[in-house]
Nanobody, 127 residues
Framework: QLQLVESGGGLVQPGGSLRLSCAAS????????IGWFRRAQGKEREGVSC????????IYADSVKGRFTISRDNAKNTVYLQMNSLKPEETGVYYC????????????????????WGQGTQVTVSS
């Protein structure tokens, strides 16, 4: 059974950087589109970024464009989210999710499009 485990969260000052990891077991991430989502306290879950199964197609939420980068290491069966210039309002729990249902060169930022979720990792941006 596919399992996803996020790591890399923590406390960072405003303007700082973190790299989140999402390690998969039980399946090969090559077969899935992957998304990163976050939920700030008191807010709805928000799609941050996604990447397709193939072709390197990526989507970023407007709020993170130019600051966040999604990538995958197929050899390690892991996907990453590099987050730079972090802001206090980006504090929250960050989740990775995967879906086998997108066509090969597509992904999306709607949480209902994803089938499997990790448990999340807390990111706190504060001075």
């Amino acid at each position: 059974q596919l399992q996803l485990v996020e790591s890399g969260g923590g406390l960072v000052q405003p303007g700082g950087s973190l790299r989140l990891s999402c390690a998969a077991s039980g399946a090969t991430l090559n077969d899935y589109a992957i998304g990163w989502f976050r939920r700030a306290q008191g807010k709805e879950r928000e799609g941050v970024s996604c990447t397709s199964r193939t072709d390197g197609y990526e989507i970023y939420a407007d709020s993170v464009k130019g600051r966040f980068t999604i990538s995958r290491d197929n050899a390690k069966n892991t996907v990453y989210l590099q987050m730079n210039s972090l802001k206090p309002e980006e504090t929250g729990v960050y989740y990775c999710a995967v879906s086998p249902d997108f066509v090969q060169h597509m992904c999306g930022l709607e949480f209902g499009e994803y089938n499997y979720w990790g448990q999340g990792t807390q990111v706190t941006v504060s001075s």
